[in-house]
């Protein structure tokens, strides 16, 4: 442990439950000397408003207008983690909770998750660095995988944006073209190979997908063409469970890595026998939480330290 956040204090909002992201920013802290205040809003601490010129006449005691001013004045750091509301995809692609704090807050504000996982971004990068080496020209397979519901595209997201910076060959594969991410995302994406001379391309062809692959990283998202409308999405997602990631697959591969950013449904998104496999590293990927977090808070406290210290 270092004490390069000695005196230094963080407030870490959750509106949506956690285990790795809550528990690796604490003990992170604590690591560096820092002392980090947990708030679940709407639970140990108020509900929060977001939309500005709102009259407040709903279930919300308090504004982010104030809630972020006010936590600037007691923190040197925010964090925030808050999912869409899975009911409207142009309202939730805006992330008003994040950009709320973002433009009120006069300390810097994390992103702990909400339409995109920085945080996760960089721990599956540092991951993939330890094990690869050298990662410019992989071929790096982003899969979608069968979850009884439909889940945030974030980690999905990050993920192609990360692979895209890096250099790598990005297949994102996905049951058929209701399952592609947002435009945004992927113009980013391409935007990224373009630069990094990767590239990017998007497969519904299980095995050609896998084929020769380095990487598979395996996440379920909900589609954005049903996005809202559970009961219809439903019965076209339930087609897919083959779409699990099991070891013919991974037969299929370059002696692939496999990854994941938990939690995950054994047997449903990746047998045991991929989860539980010595090319599996899911449990590194989550280790590194740790370790990213870590260097981000001491960059943005303007702690200067070899990133070997941290």
Not at 300 to 310: E, K
Request: overall charge negative.
């Amino acid at each position: 442990m270092q004490p390069l956040l000695e005196g230094k204090t963080i407030a870490l909002l959750f509106f949506n439950p956690s285990l790795r992201t809550r528990t690796s920013f604490e003990i992170g802290a604590f690591h560096l000397g820092a002392h980090a205040v947990v708030l679940e809003p709407g639970k140990s601490s108020w509900e929060m408003a977001f939309t500005e010129g709102e009259a407040m006449t709903g279930d919300a005691e308090e504004h982010v207008r104030e809630a972020a001013r006010v936590l600037s004045r007691y923190c040197d750091l925010i964090a925030v983690r808050c999912f869409p509301k899975f009911q409207d995809w142009g309202v939730d692609l805006e992330d008003r909770v994040l950009q709320g704090f973002a433009r009120h807050a006069t300390v810097p504000v994390i992103n702990m998750e909400t339409i995109v996982h920085p945080c996760q971004e960089l721990a599956h990068a540092l991951a993939l660095q330890d094990h690869m080496s050298e990662l410019a020209g992989k071929k790096y397979v982003l899969t979608w995988t069968y979850h009884p519901k439909p889940l945030n595209t974030a980690v999905a997201n990050s993920s192609l944006l990360i692979a895209t910076k890096l250099g790598m060959d990005v297949t994102l594969l996905c049951p058929d073209e209701r399952y592609i991410l947002d435009p945004v995302f992927m113009s980013d994406a391409q935007k990224n190979a373009h630069t990094s001379g990767g590239t990017i391309t998007v497969s519904h062809d299980i095995e050609h997908a896998y084929k020769d692959a380095d990487v598979v990283y395996a996440k379920s998202w909900g589609s954005l063409a049903m996005y809202g409308d559970w009961e219809s999405e439903r019965a076209v997602r339930d087609q897919y469970k083959h779409f699990i990631v099991d070891e013919q697959k991974m037969s299929l591969t370059n002696d692939a890595v496999f990854s994941h950013c938990l939690p995950a449904r054994r047997n449903v998104k990746a047998t045991d026998a991929v989860m539980d496999s010595p090319k599996s590293l899911i449990i590194e990927e989550a280790e590194n939480r740790l370790h990213v977090q870590k260097a981000l808070m001491a960059a943005l406290c303007g702690a200067h330290t070899p990133a070997t210290a941290i």
